[in-house]
């Protein structure tokens, strides 16, 4: 196995002696590894690196965005909550395939293990980091915005035990924030995909402790009308891009919260 360490050490040279593509394969299987300090140390960054530098062929940057839809139906929760990473990666680097976003879809609102941290495991964050894909996913041109709009609300819907801890609830809403940036937007699917949390959360009384779905879905929604109200960073230094519908987001989403607060 590579020194991953000294590789990153080399500013992400590449080592001598072995087929690009076969490294590709190693730092791949790097990232489902359950040993934190391999999944998300020195290959995670080379990885990163070399997507963003183009050191990875197309075609090889293709089947890895392959593998790593594949990896959505994993068994180990590692592997799946790592590869919405790496497609993020191949997105942002300009590679595109529709299936990616199919198996993306199906994964995100079934995924049932929330844990944001692991004492053994280290760093899952599967709401976190599909969140971070379905921002880019729904800024990409050859996907229809109100489609990752429906798929943060079915997050957001689907029933679970675990209370967002690790900041999952800020990270779901900017990536909303940045889907409802987009100019072509009209101002009814601004809002369209808050009817369903609404009919969901919005009909029976609340019953306390307040179920952990619910927390989640309310500090979510919060954090959104924050974001619609400033602007949302697109990331580093970027300027906050404002919500083109902001007072008809923030008001349909200060409508949801109510109706569910009040029950």
């Given amino acids: 196995m590579i020194d991953w360490k000294s590789v990153e050490a080399a500013d992400c040279a590449v ?6 593509d076969d490294l590709v394969g190693e730092l791949s299987r790097a990232l489902a590894n359950p040993d934190p300090l391999v999944r998300d140390g020195a290959p995670y960054t080379v990885l990163a690196t070399w997507i963003a530098r183009g050191t990875i062929g197309t075609p090889r940057r293709l089947e890895l965005g392959d593998e790593m839809a594949g990896r959505f139906a994993d068994p180990r929760i590692e592997a799946r909550s790592f590869a919405p990473l790496v497609l993020d990666m191949l997105v942002a680097a300009g590679d595109f395939r529709a299936g990616w976003v199919d ?8 995924e049932q293990d929330l844990r944001g941290h692991d004492g ?32 943060a609300a079915a997050r957001l819907t689907a029933p679970t035990d675990h209370v967002f801890e690790q900041m999952e609830d800020d990270r779901l809403a900017r990536a909303v924030a940045l889907v409802l940036a987009r100019t072509d937007l009209g101002e009814r699917d601004a809002v369209g995909w808050l009817e369903p949390i609404a009919d969901r959360f919005g009909s029976d009384r ?7 779905h619910i927390s989640n879905c309310l500090r979510t929604l919060r954090q959104l009308h ?16 404002p919500v083109p519908h902001r007072d008809t987001v923030k008001s349909g989403v200060a409508a949801v919260l109510d109706r569910i607060v009040r029950r």
């Fill in 15 to 20: 080592p001598a002696g072995r087929p690009v």
């Fill in 226 to 241: 924050v974001l619609a109200d400033r602007g949302v960073r697109p990331g580093g230094d970027l300027p906050a891009e």
């Fill in 206 to 212: 609340i019953s306390t402790p307040v179920p952990a």
């Fill in 120 to 151: 053994t495991l280290g760093w899952l964050h599967a709401v976190a980091h599909g969140a971070d894909l379905l921002a880019r996913f729904g800024r990409h041109p050859e996907v229809a915005p109100t489609r990752m709009l429906d798929l």
């Fill in 103 to 110: 198996a993306f879809e199906r994964w995100y609102p079934a």
